[in-house]
Structure formats: structure tokens, C-alpha cells
């Protein structure tokens, strides 16, 4: 497998005249988290339901865990883990009985089934919560019941689709806390996600915009490849007031952010105290503080220059 | 155990996790049952008797009155009233306090005393078909028994395999076929429908799971059931109505196990294409229900049908399972006599299957 768990190459889906997925390029590395982002209807579902095998691809060529999914879409299922959006559990199930027949699907049985699930039940922390039905269980423990499906049968690579939608902020720390020791542990997580606060956990990321992946890299090298310089955030001023006070600084870009703007500058362009100096002069008093950029800052851009570019 | 049984027995205990955890579907499994076989074995009952009717004497001579006794001593009828003419009976008819008037015209003692021909006049509220046609078949046999001196001209009628027409005996057979048509395709066509709204679906095509594996798995529990089902009316129909098993019972169960697959079939077809709970119900009752109901046989004679309903109903297993129910329990055919009403319903059994299973798109579109 030349240590890489997934290749993708040219991969192109379209539904109709409508296409999905557009020349779709991109490798990950065994025991690598990555992460897939982009908004709705970017193409990050129906990406990583080919992969699955879910779905047939149009043209392009898909190997997973060294399976030709394109040519042999079922053999890849034995080496796949896939949680899919809505994590979906039995519900009138108990936790055991989910994972029970989450193993038989996979074939496993016995007493080889009983050990992995009390060790997958113990390693999720789900040990005392074996005998509960999942109807009565709150999001956050029916996401990390639903991984438990998901790895029982120790796959190489897990396909997680969306897996802290709808689950509060402390249970979505706790979850990715777990996705780390998988993948120490030296399984490839493939996860798409719209938190983009999450893709900070993601080793790499890839950015699908209208059908494309935009952006390809680490979060650092996103970054500086589409938002280099530093990032000033201001409070209490609008777009325009700040565009006619500061006409004099070189402002690279200035972005709402919230209730915020980003204001990005050049390296050794003009700081906090230049910018505050300017707003002050011009009667319009606001707070100006350097701050990080984040992957926001560069899921804007990058959305910025697809529309510009035509839709890609 | 290989793989195909081992992930095909997980997803059968899965389902039948779903169905004994659900009770709205073991009330439908053996609640429906029990409510259908009181309801038909007890209250609606097509065995009519004690009819009330008016008589109306015009003759006034003891041969008369003799015979007006006669009528109503059989039970069949009861003499409700005695009124002067055949148009004082019309608000009583009208009314529904009766449901027939005997009318003894004047002379007809007379008459008789000289060997002719005489007429009896019997006014029947046509208004209930069925009601009336019994009526109608009471009144000429109680007539042809009174009239004596047509003694000539009995009809010597005896009727076989339920000498004494209870409609017990008819009912029990059909219900079996209403029942296991009625449950068995509307649980199937709920269970893979919900599996499709819940997204559970897709998750099962992300494991080694085959689409066979699917439909084979989900089948087993509800042929199970469907079996506890057949055998429950049987003992039942057995026990409280006395209907008989006079076939033998390894034909009944297997043919009955063709049906179950028959009508498991229809309900995966139907959520496998509907891919909607709502739906797939709706679906569901029109082609399994109705047709079970109206076109097997059990209500209304499908050799009294117009060609094209005849048409319609040889498509439906219903009406081939009927024949071979009561052949089987009540006539104690074999499988020589059967094999007509057998193999179309292997036939189709096969066909659903096939299409059910192919219908089954293993991908997500």
C-alpha cells in the first residue's frame, strides 16, 4: 500500500448535467487524520461515499486501503469503518445489541465478537452503558456508541461523515480526544466536517468548494498559502467607515467576521497601534487587537476566489 | 457457519429484536388474529335464522291455518305479525319490524282440496342481498315441505365437507389467508421503509452485507411469526368451531409457508420501491388486503365474476391458497388434486423474490 491508505485520482461524479465531484485529486497517509471540508453541496458527501463504495464514481481512479473501489466497490467494506451523518443507531436496540449486530454484519462472532466489543465498550467509555437502550441515550454517547459500530471490527481506515453534528461542544472535545488515540494507534480517520474549529484537529485538510478541492495541505500551510501576513480583528466600526478611515494604511483584505471584521495586513505592514491611531483620527473610536488566522479566514478566501474564478 | 449465515442470522435477530421491542407489531401480530376470529367466527355470522315475518290469512279455513303454522315452525322464521292484507305488511317491510310476508290467498283450500295447483305469495324486503337470498331459500324450502302433496317432486339435497353450511367452517380457512396476507406484507413493507427513513440503510451497505443477506435476514422472523399466526387460527379454528384438518398437516404448513413468502415478498417489493413508511402501508393493503378479501373466493365466488375481475384475481396468490386451504382442511385433498392452485403459487413466490431482490439497488442513487 506504499503507506498510503487512500488515492484518489481525477475522480469526477456527476448527477445528470449536474456535477458533484470535478477532477478530484488527493492522497492521505496511513494513520493520518483528514479532514474534509467545504459547504453544502460542496461534494464532500458524495466524495467520501465513493470511497465507501457506496456510490459509483463517473470516471477517475479510487484506491482505499488498496482496493480498486472504482472496479471492486465490495471489497473495500471489510477494511472500512463508516459512521454515517445521522449516526444511525437502532434506537429500540441496546448499546450491546447495536454493536452486536454491527459484528455480525461484519462477520464476526462469538467469543472473538464479545471480547472486541468489551474493548471497544471500555476504550469509548461505554462500559456501563452496555445494557441501555439507545433511544434513552443523550447525542454525545450515541455519537461515541455509533464509532464503537464503526471500529468493532478493526478497520483500517474509518469514514466519519459529519460526526459531531448536533452534539454539544464538551462531547465534540471528548469525541476528537478519542479520534486521536485511533489514529495513534495507527488507524486513518477520513472525516468531513463544516466545524472548522474541528479541521484544527485534522493533520491535513482538504477544502472542496462547488464540486473542486480548492485548497489541499496542513492547516499552517493553508494559511500561509491562501491568507499570508497577520490578521487584525476590530470591534465597533462597519466595513465602510473602516474602508474611509483607514484609506490611508495598506490594508491587504477586510472580511466581516462575526460582529467583528478581520482586517489582513503584510507582514510588516501597519500594526494594532497604526490601524486604532488612524480610526481614532478619523472620529471613529474602535478596538483593534493582532489575533490569529484562523481557518475561517481561510475558508473565506478560498470560497472568495472559487465564485471569482466562476464557480471553479 | 460460513459468512453468508453467520451476517444473515445477525440481521434476523436484529429484526426480531425490532419486533418483539415493538408492541404496536406483536398486538398487529397476534392481537389482529384473535379480534378477526371472534369477529368472523362469532358476530359475523352468515348462518341467518329467526327471521321475522308477517303472515296474512285471506283463506280463513283450519287447512290455512295449519299451514301458516308450518311455515314458522322450523325456526327459520318467527311470526312477528298477523295482519288482515298484504298492504298493511307494507309499512311493517318498510320499517324493516319484518322481513317477509306469507300471504294465503283466498280459495287456496279449495284449491288444494281439488287437486289443482295452488299459490302461496311470500313479499321479501330485497333491500340486504345476502339477507334476502336466504330468506328466499328458507321460504322455498318450507314451502316444498308444507305443500305435502309435492312430495313427488323432493329434492333430495345433501351437502358435503360442512353438511350443515356453518359458516365457521368457511370462515377459518379464509381468515388464515386475510390474516397472514394483511400482517405479513404490512410489517415487511414497514420494516425496510423504516430501515430507508432512518438512514440505517445506508450504514448496513457500508459492511460486507449482501443485498440477499438482507432480504433473507429480514424475512426469517416474520415467517416465524406467520407461522405462529397459522398455527394459532388453526387450533383455534380446531378448538372453538370444531373446523376440521381432514388433509394432512405437512401440505397445510408448507403451502402455507408459500404463501407467507408470497406475501413477505409483496411487502419488501413494496418498501423496496416506496422506500416511505406512509406509503409503502397504503401500497401494502391495496395489493395484498383487497385482493385477499374481495378476490379470492372468500366472499364473492370468483366463477360468478365478470372475465376481466376473473383475470385480475388469477394474478393474486389469495384466491390459489384459498383452494388449497380448503382443500386441505376440509376436503383432505392431496397434493395430486392441488397442484394446480400449487404451483402458480410457487410461481409467484419466486417472481416476487427475484424482483424484490433485484429492485434492491445495493448502491445509494
Same mark, same amino acid.
Given at each position: 500500500?506504499?503507506?498510503?491508505?487512500?488515492?484518489?485520482?481525477?475522480?469526477?461524479?456527476?448527477?445528470?448535467?449536474?456535477?458533484?465531484?470535478?477532477?478530484?485529486?488527493?492522497?492521505?497517509?496511513?494513520?493520518?487524520?483528514?479532514?474534509?471540508?467545504?459547504?453544502?453541496?460542496?461534494?464532500?458527501?458524495?466524495?467520501?461515499?465513493?470511497?465507501?463504495?457506496?456510490?459509483?464514481?463517473?470516471?477517475?481512479?479510487?484506491?482505499?486501503?488498496?482496493?480498486?473501489?472504482?472496479?471492486?466497490?465490495?471489497?473495500?467494506?471489510?477494511?472500512?469503518?463508516?459512521?454515517?451523518?445521522?449516526? #444511525?443507531?437502532?434506537?429500540?436496540?441496546?448499546?450491546?445489541?447495536?454493536?452486536?449486530?454491527?459484528?455480525?454484519?461484519?462477520?464476526?462472532?462469538?467469543? $472473538?465478537?464479545?471480547?472486541?466489543?468489551?474493548?471497544?465498550?471500555?476504550?469509548?467509555?461505554?462500559?456501563?452503558?452496555?445494557?441501555?437502550?439507545?433511544?434513552?441515550?443523550?447525542?454525545?454517547? /450515541?455519537?461515541?456508541? *455509533?464509532?464503537?459500530?464503526?471500529?468493532?471490527?478493526? &478497520?483500517?481506515?474509518?469514514?466519519?461523515?459529519?460526526?459531531?453534528?448536533?452534539? $454539544?461542544?464538551?462531547?465534540?472535545?471528548?469525541?476528537?480526544?478519542?479520534?486521536?488515540?485511533?489514529?495513534?494507534?495507527?488507524?486513518?480517520?477520513?472525516?468531513?466536517?463544516?466545524?472548522?474549529?474541528?479541521?484544527?484537529?485534522?493533520?491535513?485538510?482538504?477544502?472542496?468548494?462547488?464540486?473542486?478541492?480548492?485548497?489541499?495541505?496542513?492547516?499552517?500551510?493553508?494559511?500561509? *498559502?491562501?491568507?499570508?501576513?497577520?490578521?487584525?480583528?476590530?470591534?465597533?466600526?462597519?466595513?465602510?467607515?473602516?474602508?474611509?478611515?483607514?484609506?490611508?494604511? !495598506?490594508?491587504?483584505?477586510?472580511?466581516?467576521?462575526?460582529?467583528?471584521?478581520?482586517?489582513?495586513?503584510?507582514?510588516?505592514?501597519?500594526?494594532?497601534?497604526?490601524?486604532?491611531?488612524?480610526?481614532?483620527?478619523?472620529?471613529?473610536? *474602535?478596538?483593534?487587537?493582532?489575533?490569529?488566522?484562523?481557518?475561517?479566514?481561510?475558508?473565506?478566501?478560498?470560497?472568495?476566489?472559487?465564485?471569482?474564478?466562476?464557480?471553479? | 457457519?460460513?459468512?453468508?449465515?453467520? /451476517?444473515?442470522?445477525?440481521?434476523?435477530?436484529?429484526?426480531?429484536?425490532?419486533?418483539?421491542?415493538?408492541?404496536?407489531?406483536?398486538?398487529?401480530?397476534?392481537?389482529?388474529?384473535?379480534?378477526?376470529?371472534?369477529?368472523?367466527?362469532?358476530?359475523? #355470522?352468515?348462518?341467518?335464522?329467526?327471521?321475522?315475518?308477517?303472515?296474512?290469512?285471506? $283463506?280463513?279455513?283450519?287447512?290455512?291455518?295449519?299451514?301458516?303454522?308450518?311455515?314458522?315452525?322450523?325456526?327459520?322464521?318467527?311470526? =312477528?305479525?298477523?295482519? &288482515?292484507?298484504?298492504?298493511?305488511?307494507?309499512?311493517?317491510?318498510?320499517?324493516?319490524?319484518? /322481513?317477509?310476508?306469507?300471504?294465503?290467498?283466498?280459495?287456496?283450500?279449495?284449491?288444494?282440496?281439488?287437486?289443482?295447483?295452488?299459490?302461496?305469495?311470500?313479499?321479501?324486503?330485497?333491500?340486504?342481498?345476502?339477507?334476502?337470498?336466504?330468506?328466499?331459500?328458507?321460504?322455498? @324450502?318450507?314451502?316444498?315441505?308444507?305443500?305435502?302433496? #309435492?312430495?313427488?317432486?323432493?329434492?333430495?339435497?345433501?351437502?358435503?365437507?360442512?353438511?350443515?353450511?356453518?359458516?365457521?367452517?368457511?370462515?377459518?380457512? =379464509?381468515?388464515?389467508?386475510?390474516?397472514?396476507?394483511?400482517?405479513?406484507?404490512?410489517?415487511?413493507?414497514?420494516?425496510?421503509?423504516?430501515?430507508?427513513? /432512518? @438512514?440505517?440503510?445506508?450504514?448496513? +451497505?457500508?459492511?460486507?452485507?449482501?443485498?440477499?443477506?438482507?432480504?433473507?435476514?429480514?424475512?426469517?422472523?416474520?415467517?416465524?411469526?406467520?407461522?405462529?399466526? %397459522?398455527?394459532?387460527?388453526? %387450533?383455534?379454528?380446531?378448538?372453538?368451531?370444531?373446523?376440521?384438518?381432514?388433509?394432512?398437516?405437512?401440505?397445510?404448513?408448507?403451502?402455507?409457508?408459500?404463501?407467507?413468502?408470497?406475501?413477505?415478498?409483496?411487502?419488501?417489493?413494496?418498501?423496496?420501491?416506496?422506500?416511505?413508511?406512509?406509503?409503502?402501508?397504503?401500497?401494502?393493503?391495496?395489493?395484498?388486503?383487497?385482493? =385477499?378479501?374481495?378476490?379470492?373466493?372468500?366472499?364473492?365466488?370468483?366463477?360468478?365474476?365478470?372475465?376481466?375481475?376473473?383475470?385480475?384475481?388469477?394474478?393474486?396468490?389469495?384466491?390459489?391458497?384459498?383452494?388449497?386451504?380448503?382443500? %386441505?382442511?376440509?376436503?383432505?385433498?392431496?397434493?395430486?388434486?392441488?397442484? !394446480?392452485?400449487?404451483?402458480?403459487?410457487?410461481?409467484?413466490?419466486?417472481?416476487?423474490?427475484?424482483?424484490?431482490? %433485484?429492485? +434492491?439497488?445495493?448502491?445509494?442513487?
Amino acid at each position: 500500500m506504499d503507506g498510503r491508505a487512500i488515492r484518489v485520482e481525477k475522480l469526477t461524479r456527476r448527477f445528470g448535467g449536474f456535477v458533484a465531484v470535478n477532477e478530484v485529486s488527493f492522497d492521505v497517509a496511513q494513520g493520518e487524520i483528514f479532514g474534509f471540508l467545504g459547504a453544502n453541496g460542496a461534494g464532500k458527501s458524495t466524495t467520501m461515499r465513493i470511497l465507501c463504495g457506496l456510490l459509483p464514481a463517473s470516471s477517475g481512479s479510487v484506491h482505499v486501503a488498496g482496493v480498486d473501489v472504482v472496479h471492486d466497490p465490495a471489497a473495500v467494506r471489510r477494511s472500512i469503518g463508516y459512521m454515517s451523518q445521522k449516526f #444511525s443507531l437502532y434506537l429500540d436496540l441496546t448499546v450491546d445489541e447495536n454493536l452486536k449486530f454491527f459484528g455480525g454484519a461484519y462477520g464476526l462472532f462469538g467469543r $472473538d465478537l464479545r471480547g472486541r466489543r468489551e474493548r471497544v465498550e471500555a476504550q469509548l467509555g461505554l462500559a456501563a452503558l452496555g445494557s441501555r437502550l439507545v433511544a434513552s441515550l443523550p447525542g454525545g454517547i /450515541r455519537q461515541r456508541v *455509533a464509532l464503537a459500530c464503526a471500529i468493532l471490527h478493526s &478497520p483500517s481506515i474509518v469514514f466519519l461523515d459529519e460526526p459531531t453534528s448536533g452534539v $454539544d461542544p464538551e462531547s465534540r472535545r471528548a469525541f476528537w480526544r478519542l479520534i486521536r488515540k485511533l489514529a495513534d494507534a495507527g488507524t486513518t480517520i477520513f472525516v468531513t466536517t463544516h466545524y472548522l474549529d474541528e479541521a484544527e484537529y485534522c493533520e491535513r485538510l482538504g477544502l472542496m468548494s462547488a464540486g473542486r478541492l480548492a485548497a489541499l495541505g496542513t492547516p499552517i500551510e493553508l494559511r500561509e *498559502a491562501f491568507v499570508p501576513g497577520r490578521m487584525l480583528e476590530i470591534h465597533g466600526v462597519g466595513i465602510d467607515a473602516l474602508r474611509r478611515s483607514a484609506a490611508g494604511l !495598506p490594508l491587504l483584505s477586510v472580511e466581516p467576521f462575526g460582529a467583528a471584521l478581520h482586517v489582513r495586513v503584510d507582514r510588516d505592514g501597519p500594526g494594532a497601534d497604526d490601524l486604532r491611531r488612524a480610526l481614532a483620527a478619523a472620529g471613529v473610536p *474602535a478596538q483593534v487587537a493582532e489575533t490569529g488566522v484562523t481557518l475561517e479566514d481561510v475558508f473565506l478566501t478560498v470560497e472568495r476566489a472559487t465564485i471569482a474564478g466562476g464557480g471553479g | 457457519m460460513n459468512r453468508f449465515l453467520r /451476517r444473515t442470522r445477525a440481521i434476523a435477530h436484529k429484526e426480531m429484536l425490532h419486533l418483539i421491542r415493538d408492541p404496536g407489531a406483536v398486538y398487529m401480530a397476534l392481537g389482529v388474529p384473535l379480534v378477526m376470529l371472534a369477529l368472523f367466527g362469532y358476530g359475523v #355470522s352468515v348462518d341467518i335464522d329467526h327471521i321475522p315475518i308477517a303472515v296474512v290469512d285471506q $283463506d280463513h279455513t283450519p287447512a290455512s291455518r295449519r299451514l301458516l303454522q308450518e311455515l314458522t315452525a322450523g325456526g327459520d322464521f318467527v311470526r =312477528a305479525a298477523d295482519l &288482515p292484507s298484504p298492504e298493511a305488511a307494507l309499512p311493517l317491510l318498510g320499517r324493516g319490524d319484518v /322481513r317477509g310476508v306469507f300471504v294465503v290467498p283466498e280459495g287456496l283450500a279449495r284449491h288444494r282440496a281439488r287437486g289443482e295447483p295452488g299459490a302461496l305469495q311470500f313479499l321479501l324486503d330485497g333491500s340486504d342481498g345476502s339477507y334476502a337470498s336466504v330468506a328466499l331459500g328458507d321460504a322455498a @324450502g318450507v314451502a316444498a315441505a308444507a305443500s305435502g302433496a #309435492s312430495a313427488a317432486l323432493d329434492l333430495p339435497i345433501r351437502v358435503r365437507f360442512n353438511p350443515t353450511l356453518r359458516s365457521a367452517i368457511d370462515i377459518v380457512p =379464509a381468515l388464515i389467508v386475510m390474516i397472514l396476507s394483511m400482517v405479513s406484507t404490512l410489517l415487511t413493507a414497514l420494516t425496510v421503509a423504516r430501515e430507508w427513513e /432512518r @438512514g440505517a440503510m445506508e450504514q448496513l +451497505f457500508a459492511t460486507p452485507v449482501g443485498r440477499t443477506e438482507i432480504i433473507v435476514g429480514k424475512l426469517l422472523p416474520y415467517v416465524g411469526l406467520g407461522f405462529v399466526q %397459522t398455527l394459532l387460527i388453526t %387450533t383455534l379454528g380446531a378448538y372453538l368451531f370444531d373446523v376440521p384438518i381432514r388433509g394432512s398437516l405437512l401440505l397445510l404448513f408448507s403451502t402455507s409457508l408459500l404463501f407467507l413468502v408470497c406475501m413477505l415478498g409483496v411487502g419488501l417489493l413494496v418498501s423496496v420501491v416506496t422506500k416511505n413508511q406512509m406509503v409503502s402501508v397504503q401500497v401494502a393493503v391495496i395489493g395484498s388486503f383487497l385482493p =385477499a378479501m374481495l378476490l379470492s373466493g372468500f366472499i364473492f365466488p370468483i366463477e360468478n365474476m365478470p372475465a376481466l375481475l376473473q383475470a385480475i384475481a388469477s394474478v393474486f396468490p389469495a384466491r390459489y391458497y384459498v383452494s388449497i386451504l380448503r382443500g %386441505t382442511m376440509l376436503k383432505g385433498s392431496g397434493v395430486s388434486l392441488l397442484w !394446480p392452485q400449487i404451483l402458480p403459487l410457487a410461481l409467484f413466490a419466486f417472481l416476487v423474490l427475484a424482483v424484490a431482490v %433485484t429492485r +434492491f439497488s445495493r448502491r445509494l442513487a
